[in-house]
């Protein structure tokens, strides 16, 4: 996420909080002051993220917004003394609830079977600090994908599938190598 993105992403964020607390019942300014005084967004292109897995596998960058829980719930509690109802806690705590949401849904990006199956492999491999040849890695997948699943996979379906890697930032390329650039957890 660049610079640009970044204020972007704080932009629609403050807007879809504020449009929570309002439908919570709370002022629209309780959402941007959450936003402006709690969560940070990190413009940095080279932030890594973590790859989970399993059956629902997915990319995610949470590295770039950061968020200080701790400190909102206590000037929630403060906010609602100042306005003496007991029960805006309760409001206030729900639009923390869409806050999390919003910034999981945002830094989740889902990978395709063979987007799992390329990263299972590259892990395997190490392709973390030495990389994999990409012609040999190709060869070494479809053969790899053959045995588990019993039938051919095209090149195009694998090199489309690096390419999307790449496109989230999730692996990178140099000098005909494949690098993994995120920590995987689990397996295929």
């Given amino acids: 996420m660049n610079r640009k993105e970044a204020m972007e992403y704080n932009d629609r964020l403050k807007r879809k909080l504020e449009q929570a607390a309002l439908q919570l019942g709370l002022e629209e300014s309780a959402g941007s002051y959450i936003v402006d005084n709690y969560i940070t967004v990190i413009p940095e292109d080279a932030r890594k993220g973590m790859i989970f897995l399993g059956k629902d596998p997915a990319s995610y960058k949470a590295g770039n917004v950061k968020i200080d829980f701790k400190k909102a719930i206590i000037s929630g509690f403060e906010f609602v003394a100042s306005i003496s109802k007991p029960e805006s806690i309760f409001n206030y705590i729900q639009v923390m609830i869409v806050l999390a949401f919003l910034i999981e849904k945002s830094t989740k990006q889902e990978l395709g079977r063979i987007e799992a199956y390329v990263v299972y492999l590259l ?66």
């Fill in 123 to 188: 892990h395997k491999k190490g392709a973390y600090d030495t990389g994999v040849e990409e012609e040999r890695f190709i060869s070494e997948l479809r053969e790899w994908y053959r045995q588990k699943e019993g039938k051919e996979i095209e090149r195009g379906a694998i090199v489309e599938a690096i390419n999307n890697l790449y496109e989230i930032k999730a692996a990178d390329f140099d000098n005909g190598n494949i690098y993994l650039k995120e920590h995987v957890w689990g397996t295929v």
